[in-house]
T-cell receptor
């Protein structure tokens, strides 16, 4: 069965400091990994996906198949990064997204 | 384009009742998925509809059923409500085809007393 683990429920980081949100997954097939973000009073939205290998709002995430991880990183945190972040997994050709329990990131001014 | 819309925003029901939640997909989208998000948890996949048929289903009992209409809007029905059905119900839509971004609605918060 596929599973996504986000070990930190809460994470507080000072503005300007680096951010790393951890995500580990268990899945035997070829997963597609995503990070979703939910800002205060807004709906859940896609932040980035590993296939795109792009940087969105300064965030990057690299899929490490050996460690089965997909950690989200940003070198310099900004106050507007405060939000709830969810890591999610989907098998290629499948519809079902499996989400982690989320990490609430708070940026301290 | 308002994006994905859901109604109602909030709902209170009692155990044993039935509830219907509604979703209108983003303009141009033809595929709708439903998720249940319990407090403190990530969303859990319920099922997906495409071409008015249920295409895939998560690990939810038959009390959870759905429908998709010719205009691509969708309904989620839950029968014989349990206290544990209290959650935020999210609808997500996308254009048919693989590897395409899903857009989420604001959700319907259901409280079962």
């Amino acid at each position: 069965a596929q599973r996504v683990t986000q070990p930190e429920k809460l994470l507080s980081v000072f503005k300007g400091a680096p951010v790393e949100l951890k995500c580990n997954y268990s899945y035997s097939g070829s997963p597609e990994l995503f990070w979703y973000v939910q800002y205060s009073r807004q709906r859940l939205q896609l932040l980035l996906r590993h296939i795109s290998r792009e940087s969105i709002k300064g965030f990057t995430a690299d899929l490490n198949k050996g460690e089965t991880s997909f950690h989200l990183k940003k070198p310099f945190a900004q106050e507007e990064d405060s939000a709830m972040y969810y890591c999610a997994l989907r098998d290629f050709g499948n519809e079902k997204l499996t989400f982690g329990t989320g990490t609430r990131l708070t940026i301290i001014p | 384009d308002a994006g994905v819309t859901q109604s109602p925003t909030h709902l209170i029901k009692t155990r044993g009742q039935q509830v219907t939640l509604r979703c209108s997909p983003k303009s141009g989208h033809d595929t709708v998925s439903w998720y249940q998000q319990a407090l403190g948890q990530g969303p859990q996949f319920i099922f997906q509809y495409y071409e008015e048929e249920e295409r895939q289903r998560g690990n939810f009992p038959d009390r959870f059923s759905g429908h998709q209409f010719p205009n691509y809007s969708s309904e989620l029905n839950v029968n014989a409500l349990l206290l544990g059905d209290s959650a935020l119900y999210l609808c997500a839509s996308r254009v048919g085809g693989s590897g395409v971004t899903q857009y989420f609605g604001p959700g319907t918060r259901l409280l079962v007393l």
